[in-house]
């Protein structure tokens, strides 16, 4: 019995001493033991593309244009051509999924951070800009309804009238239709000839009024003509694509697909040839890097503050054995790693990063409230 009072007694004793260990003393600073977490950014390579289409509708007398007006090879079907006509490349940035950390100690309470939760500072407020959604879309405009063709007949769809009737309705053929066309163009062809060599020998309007009149007998043929040999509509459209590369080089990875029939297409539609990008790591600067980047101070990292030192690389972008664009650009991501050295992260520098790149923008002394005080006094 005595022995189990004692044990009691000893057990009270031992959980009493514990709890007085684990309160601060006044004026101890308490260590968190939680912090903020944060992303180190990665680059991503952007491509804005311009491409044009050009739509071919044949025309409605097609079949008729060697017959009536002795032009050969006329197409009689529709055509949609594709051209790349413009590529520009810009890189931009995001988290990094693998690079994601905790910041400890008194270098948490000071962090500032983007809004995607990239580091941007170190006891100082930085301004970020917002967030910015790169849409991209394949919807295209409706080509065929823009293309239109109107009946130009000048000629009356009315039968001669007789001493039976009054008149009657008839409907031209095609090649009724395709025969006054052609008259027309000879007419207007005719009409200009003689408005250009005043073979009517009578005295000429004016310089606008005579440029008028020749510009628009030669918009009349060339409407009349268009019912033949077809006409084209071009519309521009605009495309971008991102590609986001890992740690490594990379080859002939595929960026989009083009069709000359269809037009920018992506990746998954394998009715394009497909345009590939190549991004080439500068290795010598990495390993430049790599070299410089270690510490022999046992604390460093302590604090779970860590920058970049973004690398470089070479950007192609490949339609087969053909150069569209190229440049060379800093990619974060091809870079090193490195943690902020511990006596930066006291509260007596002001840190400020790269949010692009997580490099290091500039490390500034803050003056000490005495040295202000002997500033002011001098």
């Known amino acids: 019995m005595r022995i189990s009072i004692l044990i009691i007694v000893l057990s009270f004793f031992a959980v009493t001493l514990a709890t007085a260990q684990k309160k601060v003393q006044p004026g101890a600073v308490a260590t968190p033991v939680e912090g903020v977490v944060y992303s180190l950014p990665q680059t991503g390579i952007r491509v804005h593309i311009i491409a044009t289409r050009e739509r071919f509708v044949h025309g409605p007398f097609s079949t008729y244009a060697q017959k009536m007006l002795g032009i050969e090879n006329v197409s009689a079907t529709d055509v949609d051509r594709w051209n790349m006509d413009e590529m520009q490349l810009e890189v931009f940035s ?61 000629w009356s769809f009315y039968s001669p009238a007789d001493s039976t009737k009054r008149f009657k309705v008839v409907s031209k053929s095609m090649e009724q239709k395709a025969a006054e066309a052609a008259e027309t163009i000879f007419n207007l062809r005719n009409s200009r000839f003689a408005l250009l060599t005043n073979a009517d020998d009578e005295p000429l309007p004016d310089g606008k009024s005579f440029e008028v009149m020749t510009q628009e007998l030669g918009k009349m043929e060339e409407n009349y003509l268009a019912l033949f040999i077809g006409k084209s509509v071009k519309e521009r459209y605009e495309f971008s694509f991102d590609f986001v590369p890992g740690q ?113 923008k500039s490390v500034v002394k803050i003056m000490e409230s005495s040295e202000e005080n002997k500033t002011d006094k001098k």
């Open 94 to 154: 995001e988290p990094d999924a693998e690079q994601v950390y905790k910041a400890l100690g008194p270098a948490a309470q000071m962090l500032s951070l983007t809004e995607s939760g990239i580091i941007a500072g170190i006891n100082k407020t930085v301004e970020t800009s917002e967030l910015v959604i790169n849409t991209q879309t394949f919807l295209t405009k409706n080509l065929d309804k823009q293309v239109k063709f109107t009946d130009l007949s000048i």
């Open 248 to 360: 490594k080089t990379v080859k002939g990875e595929v960026f989009f697909r083009f069709s000359d029939d269809r037009g920018v297409l992506p990746k998954s539609d394998l009715s394009g040839r497909p345009i590939t990008i190549d991004v080439t790591k500068i290795e010598n600067l990495a390993s430049k890097q790599n070299g410089l980047s270690l510490s022999e101070n046992p604390n460093a990292g302590k604090s779970g503050v860590f920058y970049r030192m973004p690398g470089m690389a070479e950007i192609r972008i490949m339609d087969g054995g053909a150069q569209l664009a190229g440049t060379r650009a800093s990619i974060a991501q091809f870079g090193t790693i490195s943690s902020i050295p511990e006596d930066l992260l006291d509260g007596t520098y002001m840190l400020e990063f790269h949010s692009n790149s997580g490099a290091v």
